[in-house]
């Protein structure tokens, strides 16, 4: 098991999309990494369907805390909203 940090900017600039998360949470949490950071620095806007399956992915490997760097206040609109409905902790620096 490793820990990591994820810069989700390598998915792109806009994040959208429940099957995208899908796909982009078995990468990162795929073959027992268990990242507690992500760098969303380059990132313009997620969508709460793409965040909620990365998250979601989080959790079933046992992960309810999270460090986010480099979000804008869109960008956090979003994960604050996901936290919210997974019932998860993050803990934002402010850019």
Do not use: C, W
């Not at 390598?10 to 959208?16: D, F, I, K």
Request: glycine share 10%.
């Amino acid at each position: 098991m490793t820990t990591n940090s994820v810069k989700m900017n390598a998915y792109g600039m806009v994040l959208t999309g429940r099957e995208y998360g899908k796909n982009a949470a078995a990468e990162i949490f795929g073959d027992g990494k268990t990242p507690h950071t992500f760098d969303f620095s380059g990132v313009a806007s997620v969508g709460s369907s793409f965040v909620d399956e990365i998250f979601k992915a989080g959790v079933i490997a046992g992960i309810t805390q999270f460090d986010i760097i480099g979000a804008n206040k869109i960008v956090q609109f979003s994960l604050k909203q996901a936290a919210s409905d997974l019932e998860i902790t993050l803990h934002m620096e402010l850019i």
